[in-house]
């Protein structure tokens, strides 16, 4: 049997596979060899078994794998699981005015010179202007929400006792747990209150000589219910102000978009927090916000310029494509429409009737058995997880392996949720754009074995 296994010089000589770069073709069909051979020595395969992997199932087989192996990991793909901000597909997709702004940043750029003057300036003036002009709020902006959360601990806490509630001293996610972070940034957790409530007065009661600050935290990713309280931030701000002590607020998502959202109403909103007066407020670029991944400290202006001048910001600093695509998502929302031009509150905002009529054109695109269901989508990345988004979707009668052969698409792998027995198309991470290539793979997919 092992004698009737084809050399990888006959492999290579096939007209079938003659497009693939020889030094990629070779291992690939070094491999696939190599998992024949075991498999026949293990006793796994019979002469039959064996016989039908090879000839033309074996090229088709070497294809995929050539496919796969030449393919980038990081391209782009179809998001149909009504998650909008799905951590696994790169939170927020980007809006067509950050992707342009990207390509031009990719090359030489301006970065920290200041072309009037040809002086040397500071990387991230571009976005704390417009932050500024949206919030009023000095701003600096580093790699990701646990850096701003880290960066603002150590620079308004290290070497002394930062006081937080114990119903906030939550797990992100991804090993982001808070009293890590804390010990990293340098300071001595006091915790106070309870799992469930936490008054004004515990964080007053803790404070002492050595206290530097007091921390909240957004519970982002779950919710107590019941016999609950929290101070409210005015309040625990003003108790703060008495004694001297700033407040650091770790929002979580950040939404700088104020009007109300459909499920999303009890979110944070970055102007309310500000307006409350905490020294410090943190949240995420590619959450809420529709940007780039990346932190944004706001606050007043002695508050971010310590975190400025402490030696963690050069480590974290963003890099020009993240500025770049924050510069362009920041001048929608001071100069144009949000709500239609940053994908994430589109999606987040379209209304069911928006998302069962892009269910139906779906549905007949694919025809047969495709059938238009009302479901729940979601926003994701720890925004409002107990309140669903009502959607609709496109079902498929076919499971696990319909699902399985749509991730392996390509160009575009798309991503779908199975629910009893079906795949479900979610309109509401679905773009326009996206329908025909997603209903040209579905059938592909259908329609091999
Ligand atoms: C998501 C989140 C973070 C981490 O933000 P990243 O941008 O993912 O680093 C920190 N704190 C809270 C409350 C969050 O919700």
Request: proline share 7%; with cysteine.
């Amino acid at each position: 049997m092992l004698r009737g296994l084809p050399s990888i010089e006959a492999l290579l000589r096939q007209p079938h596979l003659a497009a693939w770069p020889r030094p990629l073709l070779a291992d690939v069909a070094r491999a696939w060899l190599d998992e024949l051979r075991a498999a026949v020595l293990a006793g796994q395969l019979d002469a039959a078994a064996l016989a039908a992997r090879l000839g033309a199932p074996a090229h088709a087989e070497l294809v995929l794998r050539c496919q796969r192996r030449a393919a980038m990991r990081h391209r782009s793909v179809v998001n149909a699981t009504g998650i909008v901000l799905h951590t696994g597909l790169g939170r927020a997709p980007l809006a067509a005015a950050a992707v342009a702004a990207v390509q031009q940043a990719a090359q030489y750029a301006i970065v920290e010179l200041d072309p009037d003057t040809g002086v040397r300036d500071q990387r991230e003036l571009g976005v704390a202007a417009l932050l500024r002009d949206l919030t009023g709020a000095a701003a600096l902006v580093v790699n990701n929400n646990a850096a701003a959360t880290l960066l603002m601990l150590a620079a308004h806490g290290a070497g002394r006792e930062v006081v937080v509630s114990r119903g906030e001293l939550v797990e992100i996610g991804g090993g982001f747990r808070m009293p890590d972070v804390m010990q990293q940034a340098g300071c001595r957790l006091v915790e106070v209150g309870t799992t469930n409530r936490t008054r004004v007065g515990d964080f007053e009661a803790a404070t002492g000589p050595h206290t530097a600050a007091w921390l909240c935290v957004h519970p982002s990713n779950f919710r107590i219910e019941g016999f609950t309280a929290a101070p409210e931030l005015p309040a625990l701000v003003a108790a703060a102000r008495a004694r001297g002590l700033p407040v650091l607020d770790d929002l979580g998502s950040g939404l700088l978009w104020d009007a109300p959202l459909p499920g999303l109403e009890t979110e944070p909103r970055v102007r309310a927090h500000l307006a409350a007066g905490p020294a410090v407020v943190v949240c995420s670029g590619d959450k809420l916000l529709g940007g780039p991944q990346c932190g944004i400290l706001f606050g007043s202006a002695e508050a971010i310029a310590q975190c400025r001048r402490h030696p963690l910001y050069r480590a974290l600093r963003c890099d020009k494509l993240t500025l770049a695509a924050l510069e362009a998502t920041l001048r929608i929302y001071r100069d144009s429409e949000p709500l239609v031009q940053i994908p994430t509150l589109a999606m987040l905002a379209a209304p069911p009737a928006r998302l069962e009529a892009r269910s139906r054109e779906l549905a007949q695109r694919l025809g047969g058995a495709a059938r238009v269901v009302p479901r729940e989508s979601f926003a994701g990345s720890g925004a409002n997880p107990a309140r669903p988004l009502p959607s609709f979707a496109v079902a498929l009668p076919c499971g696990d392996a319909l699902a399985t052969a749509l991730r392996r698409s390509t160009p575009r792998p798309i991503f779908a949720r199975v629910h009893q027995g079906a795949v479900q198309l979610d309109a509401r991470t679905l773009l326009h754009e996206d329908l025909e290539p997603l209903a040209a793979a579905v059938r592909s997919a259908l329609a091999s074995p």
